[in-house]
């Protein structure tokens, strides 16, 4: 404890003098870090990118095969931040193209959450699939983002497409999503290849 707390010390901004730039201690290590294992500082981003890789795809195949139960050992728990916001862009073309003129402008974003998401695709006869671009992952090894653009195709039209975000966490068992958020556009609906 008495190491720890001098370490902490140590590592205090205050600590380093910013006027004295001949003071070599700055480049060298304190005796703090050179007792830190080196595997504890090493990050294994290839071993958390592979598991991160297979939530990717079993959230993927999830909603393809319209599997409730795969799709909800994915998340933390079932009440996570769950958000998508649509672009003004798409705000103006849904609300030009509303069928009743006294309809409202449709709201910015809207919440849920992973089960009523997946449900209602479990309801729907058509085929649909989520799929994923670009796809980013920065994690320390204990906290992770996962970051890509997607394309949400119903029955072989692309309903909507945008940006999404994961905010995921290493738990006891393995890493779960903690959050989703997303952007939405929309547009007339196009057929996709396939």
């Not at 795809?57 to 050992?73: A, W």
């Not at 649909?128 to 890509?148: C, H, K, L, P, Y």
């Not at 949400?152 to 994961?166: A, L, R, T, V």
């Amino acid at each position: 404890m008495r190491f720890r707390s001098q370490c902490a010390a140590y590592t205090h901004r205050s600590h380093f003098r910013r006027n004295d730039e001949n003071d070599i201690r700055r480049s060298l290590p304190h005796p703090c870090l050179l007792a830190v294992p080196q595997h504890a500082l090493a990050q294994t981003p290839a071993a958390d990118r592979q598991q991160i890789e297979a939530i990717v795809e079993t959230f993927r195949t999830s909603i393809i095969n319209k599997d409730k139960d795969s799709f909800m050992t994915l998340f933390l728990h079932e009440n996570i931040t769950w958000s998508g916001v649509t672009t003004d862009a798409s705000l103006e073309h849904i609300y030009a193209n509303r069928k009743d003129p006294k309809l409202p402008r449709p709201p910015k974003y809207f919440s849920s959450n992973p089960r009523k998401f997946i449900e209602g695709i479990a309801r729907n006869s058509a085929r649909m699939e989520e799929t994923f671009e670009n796809v980013r992952i920065d994690s320390d090894g204990e906290v992770a983002q996962v970051w890509f653009d997607y394309n949400f195709i119903e029955g072989g039209e692309k309903q909507n497409w945008g940006k999404e975000s994961w905010q995921m966490v290493r738990t006891e068992s393995g890493w779960k999503i903690a959050a989703v958020v997303w952007s939405m556009e929309f547009g007339p609906p196009k057929k996709t290849a396939g």
